[in-house]
């Protein structure tokens, strides 16, 4: 109950922090062009990101082969109908992966700064400000944003699937340990948070429904080992988010340095055949 009850203060105290990657669709055709854009927030605060183009240091697609395409040459921030956009020709499970740099702040009154903290769970910050008597003084961060996306070029088969269970060596990270896209599909949705290459425990992970997006739906803390499990989404569109932060030294600008992380997926509203 008390995590739901935090889920609830996020909704309304911290919904803009969390920003993802939203294409058009999760499940397309073999050389079909799709758009995407860069959101940020929830329900009524929901909006394109604003990020300027030098502030993402990493735009790419895991293909099912293994391989990197690089598509930060499709980044066109600020159109009128997307951000970017991409054409993939083999069929299987791809990964895009997007990484900005940490050269962003936030700078906030104490209170305000405080009930963040508690809402998001970043208990590196909480206890920190505690130990050192500064509950009281106002906060500071600077941030980078993480976000995967999972798309599905033709029919699902188990080839390439594997590609979505592994790490792609973002800070903080999102790992599901079944593929939503797995055929049957499981009944549960367990994931891994990983933070700097090892386990994340006591990170706090949403899963929202962006069709419905006023508050997420599930609220779990990952355990010693770092995991969490919910419900697998079954239609619509998903986005799984973390946060985690970590003290920096006094002599930085800032007091903390937080990762935003997210991994969205979706599924399509018929059924996709190969050509």
Same mark, same amino acid.
Not at 77 to 97: E, I
Not at 242 to 267: A, M, N
């Given at each position: 109950?008390?995590? #739901? ?8 105290? =911290?919904? =803009?922090?969390?920003? #993802?990657?939203?294409?058009?669709? /999760?499940? !397309? ?13 929830? *329900? ?14 990493? $735009? ?16 066109? &921030? ?5 951000? *970017?956009?991409?054409? $993939? ?14 050269? =962003? ?12 903290? @508690?809402? +998001? *769970? ?25 976000? @995967? ?15 979505? &269970? ?14 939503? /896209? ?12 990983? /933070?700097?290459?090892?386990? %994340?425990?006591?990170?706090?992970? @949403?899963?929202?429904? %962006? ?7 599930? !609220? ?15 239609? *619509?569109? #998903?986005?799984?988010? !973390?946060? #985690?932060? @970590? ?19 979706? $599924?399509?509203?018929?059924?996709? +055949? %190969?050509?």
């Amino acid at each position: 109950m008390a995590v #739901w009850l935090l889920a609830l203060g996020a909704a309304t105290s =911290a919904c =803009a922090h969390d920003f #993802w990657v939203q294409p058009n669709a /999760y499940w !397309v055709e073999p050389q079909t062009s799709t758009a995407m854009t860069l959101q940020v927030g929830h *329900g009524p605060y929901r909006q394109r990101s604003p990020i300027p183009l030098d502030r993402i240091a990493r $735009f790419q697609a895991l293909r099912p082969d293994g391989g990197l395409t690089e598509l930060r040459d499709r980044l066109r &921030l600020g159109q009128p109908d997307r951000d *970017g956009d991409w054409r $993939f020709s083999d069929p299987g499970p791809y990964v895009l992966v997007l990484q900005t740099d940490n050269r =962003a702040q936030s700078h906030l009154p104490a209170l305000r700064f405080n009930d963040y903290l @508690k809402v +998001e *769970g970043l208990t590196p910050a909480l206890e920190y400000r505690q130990l050192a008597h500064r509950v009281d003084v106002d906060g500071s961060e600077n941030y980078s944003r993480c976000a @995967k996306a999972f798309i599905q070029v033709g029919a699902a088969s188990s080839a390439g699937a594997a590609r979505l &269970l592994q790490p792609v060596g973002l800070t903080l990270e999102i790992v599901p340990e079944v593929s939503p /896209y797995a055929e049957p599909r499981p009944a549960t949705l367990p994931v891994r948070v990983i /933070y700097e290459g090892k386990p %994340l425990a006591g990170a706090l992970v @949403k899963l929202t429904n %962006l069709d419905h997006d006023e508050a997420p739906l599930e !609220v779990h803390l990952t355990d010693s080992s770092g995991r969490a499990s919910f419900v697998m989404p079954h239609s *619509g569109s #998903w986005l799984l988010n !973390v946060i #985690w932060t @970590k003290v920096l030294p006094r002599t930085r600008e800032t007091d903390f340095e937080t990762v935003f992380s997210s991994l969205s997926f979706g $599924f399509p509203t018929e059924r996709v +055949e %190969l050509k």
